[in-house]
């Protein structure tokens, strides 16, 4: 059963090409197709929270944007006047978990239809999958959905992506910074895929926000101490305050001793001023561990994501080289399991269009 899910990997990459799986939606890109009629749905499964993308959009674009979370009377007031205001003014309005108001989404149908935004408008709603959503609404907006990207590669590629504008700011230190940070967090979500028997004990939310949150952390201490200057020597990083806060950052969402004591090592191995030494190993591995690249632009770093495996070994995690076989068995059976449910409704289908 372990091989189950590689094999339809293959399948799926034969029949729809290689680059499915390599795809980096642009939120920007769609904001500039879509009308100001049209709202921008984020569905994402439960646990994970796509509206940052939003949020790091607006810093980008450094346009007004009214956030407002449901979940309260408060929350369906607050939301009508955002609307209207924004819809006047062109300015855009981020409404969040709107998955605990499908009546508020029912009215707000009816309501897209009858306004006339200033062509700036925009409107996006952030809610997780859920048979509540008014299925009219979603034909109406542009859906988009979201998951956490699965394994390293795809991780890497994902939060690197989402500080191009950043990485080439002084000094060129930074962007290797970013690399380490990147590394970590795509090591940090994938053990969760081990939870709880392996990886972590819990399944903690980690997501992109600590991505974010760390990274603006390593602009902040590195600013303060580089200056105007377009390098700094690696042992002058303030390498004790970085591993401290970025420990903190991801470690608020831990209740767990020894996971909070796992992630502590995993950011005092990754964040090391000896990560700028040539050949050195961010893991150790029988097949030689991985070593950093010797690049020093965002080019450099992002081929060299591209290079690593897209199943990385266990290895990389800090995990046995058995922890994967584990981990496929209940993937495959859980993905057979989903094949048999979806082969049974369409046959059930089927047979309703011949009674009919």
């Not at 994902?158 to 950043?166: F, V």
């Not at 990886?199 to 952390?217: H, M, P």
Request: one cysteine or more.
């Amino acid at each position: 059963m372990d091989r189950f899910v590689p094999a339809a990997e293959r399948f799926v990459s034969q029949v729809f090409g290689s680059g499915i799986f390599d795809v980096v939606e642009d939120l920007k890109e769609t904001v500039t197709q879509v009308s100001a009629t049209l709202p921008i749905s984020l569905v994402s499964s439960p646990g994970f929270d796509a509206s940052y993308k939003v949020d790091n959009l607006v810093k980008r674009m450094r346009v007004k944007c009214t956030n407002i979370a449901m979940g309260s009377n408060e929350g369906l007031a607050s939301a009508d006047k955002a609307i209207s205001n924004a819809a006047q003014t062109g300015s855009w309005v981020l409404v969040k978990n709107v998955h605990l108001a499908p009546t508020w989404l029912q009215s707000l149908e009816k309501r897209m239809e009858s306004l006339n935004p200033h062509s700036d408008f925009r409107l996006f709603l952030s809610m997780e999958s859920s048979p509540k959503i008014p299925v009219n609404l979603l034909r109406a907006s542009r859906v988009l959905m979201y998951e956490q990207p699965a394994g390293v590669r795809a991780n890497m590629k994902d939060s690197m992506s989402s500080l191009s504008t950043r990485a080439t700011k002084s000094p060129v230190e930074r962007t290797r910074l970013y690399l380490l940070l990147s590394f970590l967090h795509a090591v940090v979500q994938e053990r969760l895929r081990y939870a709880p028997n392996l990886g972590w004990k819990g399944f903690w939310e980690f997501n992109d926000s600590d991505y974010e949150c760390s990274a603006f952390i390593v602009d902040t201490w590195v600013d303060s101490v580089t200056g105007n200057r377009t390098n700094i020597a690696p042992q002058n990083i303030p390498w004790e305050m970085l591993r401290y806060m970025v420990t903190e950052t991801y470690g608020g969402k831990i209740d767990d001793e020894g996971d909070f004591r796992l992630l502590s090592q995993l950011v005092t191995s990754f964040l090391t001023p000896a990560a700028y030494e040539v050949d050195h190993k961010l893991v150790d591995g029988p097949d030689g561990g991985l070593v950093v690249p010797s690049g020093t632009s965002l080019q450099d770093f992002n081929a060299w994501i591209h290079r690593l495996p897209e199943r990385e070994p266990p290895t990389y995690l800090g995990l046995p080289a058995n922890a994967e076989k584990l981990l496929l068995g209940g993937l495959g059976r859980s993905l057979v399991g989903n094949l048999r449910k979806v082969t049974e409704l369409l046959d059930e289908g089927e047979q309703l269009v011949t009674e009919i």
